[in-house]
């Protein structure tokens, strides 16, 4: 089991930056990958951000390609998601999510969820 805790979400104005992290717990020596997701009200989770936990290589979002930026502090299990320039549209529920190795590359494990709300 690996566990999954958000945090880091608010109110940010048009144009403005927030950083949230997701610190794991549990096995996380299984832990292949972890990435970040958003469901906005009304519409279905989209994938937003992906890093594998060994190498480190990453794939974006072209939504937030070039604004955002996912890192990872292997020391203290915890994967951060810089967001810059953001945008009202970027407003959603943020999720942290880890991909294990044995689960075939899906997402087996989530955490609650943080709200990040971008005024205009």
């Known amino acids: 089991q690996v566990q999954l805790v958000e945090s880091g979400g608010g109110l940010v104005q048009d144009g403005g930056s927030l950083r949230l992290s997701c610190a794991a717990s549990?096995?996380?020596?299984?832990?292949?990958?972890m990435g970040w997701f958003r469901q906005a009200p009304g519409k279905e989770r989209e994938f937003v951000a992906q890093?594998?936990?060994?190498?480190?290589?990453?794939n974006y979002s072209d939504s937030v390609k070039g604004r955002f930026t996912i890192s990872r502090d292997s020391a203290r299990n915890t994967v951060y998601l810089q967001m810059t320039s953001l945008k009202p549209e970027d407003t959603a529920v943020y999720y942290c999510?880890?991909?294990?190795?044995?689960?075939?590359?899906?997402?087996?494990?989530w955490g609650q969820g943080t709200q990040v709300t971008v005024s205009s």
């Open positions: 999510a880890a991909n294990v190795i044995g689960s075939g590359g899906r997402y087996k494990y």
């Open positions: 890093i594998t936990y060994r190498s480190g290589n990453t």
């Open positions: 549990g096995r996380t020596f299984t832990i292949d990958a």
